[in-house]
């Protein structure tokens, strides 16, 4: 009976698994690790491709385990880095550890698993590509015109801190060449070219690898025009007579600011104000008349209306800057000058 049942039980599975071959339908086929790569030394992804799925709907789970550790996990996000792939955050990655990852394959004809990959993540580092290109041509004094490029590292990656260095390259080539031209930059992130040919339209890219691990992928293009030879000297002159322009506008400027005084007064003269030929202008400013007759020469005389009357007749008013305390004439005959006023005073 038992023989009977056993017999029976075998008859089925096979009939089972004829006619699943008959529909096409198998186990999965072996899945394989393309690749791992960290950006930044912190986190990483890996990526599968997978086998045949034998006619039938398959699960992919990747394991992994450290190595000297007997614990297994499973992957902790399979979303974020797109489908067949498993990331790491930070908080399952660690440096200097070695890990030992599979992918299983799994549906209801069976199951099969991929070869181990071991990866260490201090060398699967790959950065993005660098940001930010900026192309510029210079133009220094009696030379010829160079290429000038700078550019920053990948947003993810702390070179600031020393966890990551990286270097750079670069590569150029005119718009229509086949073949590029490369430049090693090192760690700095500008660079100068020298040799270009005048009139053509450059195209530049550049990237950049870590100490441990691999180059990035090249940065988009970015293209630049080289002038010809006759825009270069067109620029040349103007930008000599901008400059010569400027020395002279500011020569100008600075003579007017010197001489601005003198031109204002000699545009605009100062109205002078009336002054007494004769005396001393501080002797009105007292008000006393006997010190002005004294002045005067009209000594050991009282002063009279008539004698005042006549003084005012003899004052001249005059608007040069000098003050004389007698008239010119009176230097040759001190002593006509001085009493002809008052005699004449008496006589009348």
């Known amino acids: 009976m038992k023989e009977n049942v056993a017999s029976t039980t075998v008859f089925i599975l096979l009939l089972f698994l004829n006619t699943s071959l008959l529909n ?34 398959t699960n992919y789970t990747l394991i ?38 599979t992918v299983n394959a799994t549906n209801q004809m069976g199951s099969s698993s991929s070869d181990p990959l071991y990866v260490d993540v201090t060398y699967i580092v790959e950065p993005d590509p660098p940001v930010n290109l900026t192309l510029e041509i210079k133009q220094p004094e009696d030379r010829k015109p160079y290429l000038w490029m700078k550019w920053f590292p990948p947003t993810l990656v702390d070179v600031r801190s020393g966890w990551l260095t990286l270097q750079y390259e670069i590569r150029l080539k005119p718009e229509k060449a086949a073949e590029w031209e490369t430049h090693f930059a090192g760690q700095q992130t500008q660079f100068k070219i020298l040799s270009l040919y005048p009139g053509q339209k450059y195209l530049v890219q550049v990237r950049c690898k870590p100490d441990h691990g691999y180059w990035s992928e090249w940065s988009p293009e970015s293209s630049i025009q080289i002038p010809s030879e006759s825009t270069m000297r067109d620029t040349t002159m103007w930008i ?69 009357d006549l003084l005012v007749e003899f004052l001249e008013v005059d608007d040069s800057e000098d003050q004389q305390l007698m008239p010119a004439h009176s230097k040759e005959h001190p002593g006509q000058e001085r009493e002809q006023p008052c005699r004449e005073a008496r006589g009348s």
């Open 24 to 57: 096409g339908q198998s186990a999965p086929g072996k899945p394989e690790i393309s690749k791992c790569r960290s950006p930044e030394k912190e986190t990483f992804t890996c990526w599968w491709k997978p086998g045949t799925d034998g006619g039938l709907p």
């Open 64 to 101: 992994y385990h450290k190595e000297g550790e007997t614990l297994t996990h499973e992957c902790p996000d399979y979303k974020t880095s797109g489908p067949n792939s498993c990331y790491f955050s930070k908080k399952h990655t660690s440096i200097w550890k070695m890990y030992i990852i």
């Open 240 to 308: 000599f007579v901008a400059v010569l322009s400027t020395v002279i506008c500011l020569t100008i400027v600075w003579a007017v600011a010197l001489k601005g005084y003198s031109m204002v007064t000699c545009i605009f003269p100062p109205v002078p104000g009336p002054k007494i030929k004769g005396f001393d202008t501080h002797l009105l400013e007292k008000g006393k008349s006997e010190e002005l007759l004294s002045a005067l020469g009209c000594q050991d005389f009282p002063a009279t209306s008539d004698c005042e």
